[in-house]
């Protein structure tokens, strides 16, 4: 039983075009993210969404645009893919902090790896 | 700002030794969490465990411990007796409440266990 999961693993494609990843969790969990994971293995965060809200919006170029069908998925398009573009991105999930504040932890998925040729 | 620095980019250690990964944070918030994450050959990223700033206790499981010091804002994780299968890229991270968790990530750790 995947918790985390995400679709295509791997995603060759020309500069230019245009391409989704999906990500989908059973866990349960109201917030979902986008990381992206550079070549240096350095992780950073894209966007989240609460309840199909976006909550955190980072200094994403705008070719990159996330969709919340349900709480369950959230999947990243992106348009006029780049060079740059290239790199792991990775999707989690948590539940959504209470009233008492707590943060509770983010699970993440397999990753899809992104090449641009 | 947030930040988590791991000073360590590499680590090469031979099997059975012990092995210390640092991780300090910066914070002006008085309520955050720091996790660790371990991420495999295999790509995937797998929790570790998770502390809030209240609690200075130090953790252990099996092989594996943690040592938490507000003081120096250190969150350092300690492999004992330490095998191949450790081998992996571990990461620090501090999580901010704005909104959502989100996580801040130190640059990374890869841990090398040799036979």
């Known amino acids: 039983d995947t918790a985390v999961s995400q679709t295509p693993k791997y995603l060759v494609t020309q500069m230019g075009n245009d391409k989704s990843i999906k990500c989908e969790q059973n866990l349960g969990h109201d917030t979902m993210y986008w990381y992206k994971q550079d070549s240096k293995k350095f992780l950073k965060i894209m966007f989240s969404y609460n309840n199909k809200e976006l909550i955190i919006n980072e200094t994403v170029p705008n070719r990159f645009s996330p969709k919340s069908p349900d709480k369950a998925h959230l999947n990243l398009h992106i348009n006029s893919l780049e060079l740059g573009d290239s790199a792991v991105y990775f999707c989690?999930?948590?539940?959504?902090?209470?009233?008492?504040?707590?943060?509770?932890?983010?699970?993440f998925g397999p990753g899809t790896r992104l090449t641009v040729l | 700002a947030q930040k988590v620095t791991q000073a360590q980019t590499e680590i090469s250690v031979v099997e059975k030794e012990d092995v210390t990964l640092d991780c300090v944070y910066e914070t002006r918030d008085t309520t955050y969490y720091l996790f660790w994450y371990k991420q495999p050959p295999s790509g995937e990223l797998v929790f570790l465990i998770r502390r809030n700033s209240f609690d200075e206790q130090n953790e252990i499981s099996g092989r594996y411990s943690w040592n938490f010091q507000k003081s120096t804002s250190s969150f350092n994780f300690t492999i004992t007796a330490s095998q191949v299968v450790d081998s992996a890229v571990y990461f620090c991270a501090l999580s901010i409440i704005q909104g959502a968790q989100k996580l801040v990530f130190g640059q990374g750790t890869r841990l090398t266990i040799n036979p």
């Open positions: 989690a999930s948590s539940r959504h902090r209470g009233s008492s504040g707590g943060t509770d932890t983010q699970y």
